[in-house]
């Protein structure tokens, strides 16, 4: 059995005199600033001087710098930018200004695990990675109840590694609910498996292609959408609560049966099949060389890829339902 850290295995006194660097002030960055500066922490943050997260800092009363600053100063570096500006902002300014003994930190273990940063011997090297958004991180350290962390450690340079990794998540509010220890290998690899055939990838395709086979057998799209779309939270977020019984229990007879009985001809052997291929591309590199070279062009198959989505019917018929429902838009 996994063994899960709490509250009472980490020690925030291994970062009580160390200055943290939380470079990028994002989506995880704001939270995390934020939520290590409230645990009583030396934070500084570092953004594009002047942008739109320099000034959400500045409101948040989280002190903020350019990067090679905020490297200089800092004992700790954690990375939280977009995985394809690591590199660049890393050799450019992070690396000139690394010391012997410092600490480098990253919430997702892409570049460390594929080479895209080859930090030097004489620094740690961990990895504190919260299982969701950084608004959630946020507001769960707010309520007192965290959100689950994995955690990993690359380079124990000075033999403290695990431990300034387990500070760091307890800083953020990871303790409090559990942290489980990883690699980055796995991170990464299960990672880029669960957004790809899962989470992004085949859940996306899942709800066009049921969209589509109820277009083009005559069904109103409008009510296509509510069936194919639309309901998919109200499952997932049963599956959420309390995982896959808790939905089938609060579904109907109906509908369990129809599920348990048909849903493998939809997720079939030739599905898995796949799955099992794309995990093969994840686990030698091959994804990571076409994502990193899409990157270096500028994104083309990105953009290209994305306004085709955006002009999907379900797309249009969705905007139009969802404004019947203003409960649904963002304040």
């Not at 160390?18 to 934070?43: E, M, P, R």
Request: proline residues 4%; aromatic residues 8%.
């Amino acid at each position: 059995m996994v063994k899960v850290y709490r509250d009472e295995d980490a020690d925030l006194g291994v970062l009580k005199d160390k200055t943290i660097a939380v470079v990028g002030y994002g989506s995880q960055g704001h939270a995390q600033a934020q939520n290590l500066q409230d645990s009583g922490l030396n934070v500084v943050t570092s953004d594009v001087k002047g942008s739109f997260a320099w000034k959400r800092a500045e409101a948040d009363g989280v002190r903020v710098t350019t990067t090679p600053e905020a490297a200089k100063e800092a004992d700790i570096i954690h990375i939280l930018l977009p995985d394809e500006l690591h590199p660049i902002v890393y050799k450019k300014d992070i690396e000139p200004y690394l010391e012997e003994g410092n600490a480098l930190g990253f919430s997702h273990g892409f570049n460390i695990h594929f080479s895209q940063i080859i930090p030097p011997e004489n620094v740690d090297v961990y990895m504190v990675a919260p299982k969701g958004p950084g608004d959630l991180v946020r507001r769960t350290y707010v309520e007192g109840i965290g959100l689950p962390c994995l955690v990993a450690v690359k380079q124990d340079y000075s033999g403290k590694a695990f431990d300034i990794a387990m500070a760091y998540a307890k800083g953020i509010g990871g303790t409090r609910a559990g942290v489980l220890e990883t690699t980055f290998e796995e991170e990464t690899e299960t990672d880029l498996f669960g957004e790809q055939v899962d989470l992004c990838g085949g859940i996306t395709e899942l709800i066009k292609a049921s969209f589509e086979t109820l277009v083009r057998a005559g069904y109103q799209p409008e009510i296509a959408y509510f069936e194919t779309c639309h309901e998919v939270k109200l499952i997932v977020d049963l599956i959420h609560e309390g995982g896959l019984m808790r939905m089938w229990e609060n579904v109907s007879n109906t509908a369990e049966y129809g599920g348990l009985t048909r849903g493998d001809r939809i997720i079939n052997e030739q599905s898995r099949e796949a799955m099992a291929e794309i995990l093969n591309e994840i686990q030698t590199g091959e994804f990571a060389r076409e994502w990193i070279l899409e990157s270096q062009a500028g994104l083309p198959v990105k953009r290209a890829l994305e306004k085709k989505e955006s002009g999907h019917l379900i797309e249009e018929v969705g905007a139009e339902l969802r404004a019947m429902m203003p409960w649904l838009q963002k304040e």
